[in-house]
């Protein structure tokens, strides 16, 4: 099969915001304990943090990170988890049926953002709380001193104030599954309230309103209007939160999902705009995707039965080399839409929906999915360009007329480098013979093709065997006058250099 691209360094779509790289950190599975915190790990250091963890943390270069939740944020007490580690309590966390130690908190989060080099972005509780405990957690982090909060932080031991910017305002409030499910209208008020408080305590702090928890929640549409109606003037971002899973094999249904994904945005954006246009608002807000990935429905199931374990049962999910396709088409999604999404979360990044898996006591590796976002976090930085496609398309259950190529250009702010993201996901299985036409680049050369592909597609990475499946460079074939053409291997993930 063949396709067609060509691009102008003139077609900008939007600058790319690096933080729409982010990750998210909950209180889940293994994610903090025996994740990123194990005291006695060989690797760990003086707080008990996984080097490993940090040096792998810090390869895929994210510029932000949520927590603590997620579903746990919304019975947390953040007052359980500062001051000394002996005297914290153990509580009963009802959204995942496990003991919370509370032996990891805010403040060691803080540290632990510090050494793998990322901004925090934390969520308060309005699911058994609200606005009280919310403005006390941003005194408590972000007033500098001479209060009761702000100086027992000083106690704690951190003089300087955490000076967290970004805050999320709760956690998917309308699902059942929810500590606290409110109603949209409930949800607004609350927000607003809460929103007030903590931007009266610190003005620089930028807020996230939940959006639905879905776009196939029952409500989508009715609760962002209803909720923005409540609180618009006093929010910055609106989230979206999506999960795709692997529809039983069905490969079609699969890889088209990321379109699907960039409906709902738009679905979103036009949501936001319409609150604006109807309180004939100045404001414009933008769009925090601080939840997005492949999901594994057997392993992140809601609890059915609370037993508390310390340790979570809860097994970690494994990738293979089809949700490289589907990861890598959701980040190109974000990409596409970075006018409007300013921050995106990978969730999670530590064993549960994560990049990164771990042995509890052993090692640590890189899961397959983790690829396709290092390269898009560390190549994908500068503005997106508007990409001129003509390609071959597919039909799914989920999606007609899909193209077996979904791609994203980004030219580099100095113009020095163009990267062009492209996938071949053709479910034919089809190599893609890919002509470029790059003249208005002038005297960018080709640098280098990266390229992810196995011949099975359930091939995973393992602790054993964990470079299975990654990258291999190939060589870019020389433009002549600007045009070229390359070849993208059946079911690839490609990152095409020129610099
Ligand atoms: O990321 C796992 C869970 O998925 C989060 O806790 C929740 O917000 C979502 O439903």
């Not at 967290?164 to 609350?190: A, H, I, S």
């Amino acid at each position: 099969k063949a396709a067609t691209l060509t691009l102008d360094r003139d077609f900008s779509l939007a600058p790319i915001d690096p933080r729409v790289y982010g990750g998210f950190a909950e209180h889940l599975g293994r994610h903090i304990y025996t994740g990123i915190y194990e005291p006695g790990h060989p690797t760990a250091d003086a707080q008990g943090f996984r080097q490993d963890v940090i040096a792998l943390v810090r390869e895929l270069a994210m510029p932000i990170m949520r927590y603590p939740g997620g579903n746990f944020v919304s019975g947390y007490h953040w007052e359980d988890g500062v001051g000394p580690q002996e005297t914290r309590p153990r509580r009963l966390d009802l959204a995942w049926g496990v003991t919370e130690t509370n032996a990891f908190g805010t403040n060691e989060f803080i540290d632990w953002c510090q050494k793998v080099n990322t901004e925090p972005m934390l969520a308060v509780n309005l699911g058994t709380r609200g606005p009280d405990q919310a403005r006390q957690l941003v005194e408590y982090c972000n007033h500098p001193g001479g209060t009761q909060l702000s100086e027992l932080r000083i106690s704690h031991g951190w003089r300087a104030p955490h000076a967290v910017k970004t805050w999320c305002l709760g956690n998917e409030m309308d699902g059942f599954w929810q500590m606290g499910t409110k109603t949209p209208y409930e949800y607004g008020r609350l927000a607003n309230e809460t929103a007030k408080l903590m931007k009266w305590v610190d003005s620089r702090i930028e807020l996230i309103l939940c959006g639905s928890s879905g776009r196939g929640m029952p409500d989508f549409g009715k609760w962002e209007w209803e909720a923005l109606q409540e609180c618009y003037e006093n929010v910055d971002y609106l989230s979206l939160h999506t999960y795709y899973d692997d529809h039983n094999g069905d490969l079609a249904s699969f890889v088209s999902e990321p379109d699907n994904m960039g409906d709902f945005i738009d679905e979103a954006i036009a949501l936001c705009d319409a609150v604006k246009a109807s309180k004939k608002s100045k404001k414009t807000l933008h769009l925090s995707f601080d939840e997005w990935n492949v999901w594994f429905p057997k392993n992140n199931a809601l609890p059915q039965k609370r037993t508390w374990p310390e340790v979570s049962e809860r097994p970690s999910d494994v990738y293979d080399m089809a949700d490289v396709l589907v990861v890598g088409g959701m980040l190109l999604t974000l990409m596409e839409h970075a006018e409007r999404v300013k921050i995106g979360c990978i969730a999670q990044v530590v064993n549960l929906l994560a990049p990164i898996l771990t042995e509890p006591g052993g090692r640590a590796w890189r899961q397959t999915i983790f690829w396709p976002f290092h390269h898009a976090a560390t190549l994908g930085r500068g503005t997106a360009l508007r990409c001129a496609v003509n390609a071959p398309r597919f039909d799914s259950k989920v999606r007609e007329q899909a193209s077996v190529l979904k791609t994203v250009a980004v030219l580099a702010d100095d113009e020095s480098a163009l990267t062009i993201f492209a996938i071949n996901r053709d479910p034919a299985g089809d190599p893609l013979e890919l002509s470029l036409d790059l003249r208005a680049f002038g005297t960018l050369a080709p640098h280098e093709h990266l390229c992810i592909a196995h011949p099975n597609l359930n091939a995973e990475n393992t602790a054993d065997a964990p470079e299975t499946v990654v990258p291999h460079t190939r060589a870019l074939p020389p433009l002549d006058h600007g045009k070229g053409a390359v070849t993208l291997p059946p079911l690839s993930w490609n990152v095409l250099r020129y610099r």
